[in-house]
């Protein structure tokens, strides 16, 4: 939420807007790319599969240039 980084708080942002302190704070949060608490399960998973595959080229790579030096 860009009114959260210029320094405003939850608190004054809530009484602003009309709405709970707590669905403030859940759209801060939400707004956090680097907040995983907030994600579903099957966006966690998603996340853990990209490591996964992201593991699996890096070995493909370093295959293919063993393998190209032989």
Do not use: C, F
Request: overall charge positive.
């Amino acid at each position: 939420m860009a009114l959260h980084k210029t320094g405003r708080s939850a608190n004054s942002l809530a009484k602003e807007y009309n709405v709970s302190v707590s669905t403030v704070t859940k759209w801060i949060n939400q707004a956090n790319p680097n907040n995983t608490k907030v994600l579903s399960d099957n966006e966690r998973a998603l996340i853990k599969e990209n490591h996964r595959l992201k593991e699996e080229l890096d070995i493909l790579k370093r295959a293919a240039v063993l393998l190209a030096k032989n």
